[in-house]
T-cell receptor, first 119, second 113 residues
Framework: GAVVSQHPSWVICKSGTSVKIECRSL??????MFWYRQFPKQSLMLMAT?????????EQGVEKDKFLINHASLTLSTLTVTSAHPEDSSFYIC???????????????FGPGTRLTVL | AQSVAQPEDQVNVAEGNPLTVKCTYS??????LFWYVQYPNRGLQFLLK??????LVKGSYGFEAEFNKSQTSFHLKKPSALVSDSALYFC???????????FGKGTRLSVIA
């Protein structure tokens, strides 16, 4: 199957700083990528949909000015957590849909996740 | 809106016994259904999916799931549980459009030797 990578796999930062997380599709192009957030012992919650060449679509309750998403190319999307606070500590997972010849996809490929700890 | 329900927070089973992890879904149109497993501090590992075709889907590590349209269920099963199967299991669903997966809250499976 297709491979999605994330970098870094974990990061620890001080409160008030910004952290950038990269998500790459390694062997396929992804015009769309999804960013999820997972709190300890909880499910994955969709944060936003990243679209190459256009603005991201954020889910209700997600602050777009705090979680900046840039989809700069067909293989790279970045999530920047700005002015991070301890409550932003979480496991962030990106995902990219694999496309079929019909233009719709039937599988989502997930990155390994990035654990963010804000002190 | 799409939703996935996993009614059990925890499932305990003895090693060698069959296991079932339950999932029901609410999706408009034809559902695309998935099961993933997550080990501690790790990402999601794909187990199996139902898109179309046979209602019984076989996946990785001996797992299988049965799509039941009338009951809107997609329960995960394995005939003989292993201690190494102990992990967090997520059911996920979407419709046939280009929408992201919606996840259930997860079920923690504990297989006891």
């Amino acid at each position: 199957g297709a491979v999605v990578s994330q970098h870094p796999s974990w990061v620890i930062c001080k409160s008030g700083t910004s952290v950038k997380i990269e998500c790459r599709s390694l062997d396929f192009q992804a015009t769309t990528m999804f960013w999820y957030r997972q709190f300890p012992k909880q499910s994955l919650m969709l944060m936003a949909t990243s679209n190459e060449g256009s603005k991201a679509t954020y889910e209700q309750g997600v602050e777009k000015d705090k979680f900046l998403i840039n989809h700069a190319s067909l293989t790279l999307s970045t999530l920047t957590v700005t002015s991070a606070h301890p409550e932003d500590s979480s496991f962030y997972i990106c995902s990219a849909p694999g496309t079929t010849s019909g233009g719709t996809y039937n599988e989502q490929f997930f990155g390994p996740g990035t654990r963010l700890t804000v002190l | 809106a799409q939703s996935v329900a996993q009614p059990e927070d925890q499932v305990n089973v003895a090693e060698g016994n069959p296991l079932t992890v339950k999932c029901t879904y609410s999706v408009s149109g034809n559902p695309y259904l998935f099961w993933y497993v997550q080990y501690p501090n790790r990402g999601l590992q794909f187990l199996l999916k139902y898109i179309t075709g046979d209602n019984l889907v076989k996946g990785s590590y001996g797992f299988e799931a049965e799509f039941n349209k009338s009951q809107t269920s997609f329960h995960l099963k394995k005939p003989s549980a292993l201690v190494s199967d102990s992990a967090l299991y997520f059911c996920a669903a979407r419709n046939s459009g280009n929408t992201p997966l919606v996840f259930g809250k997860g079920t923690r499976l504990s297989v006891i030797a």
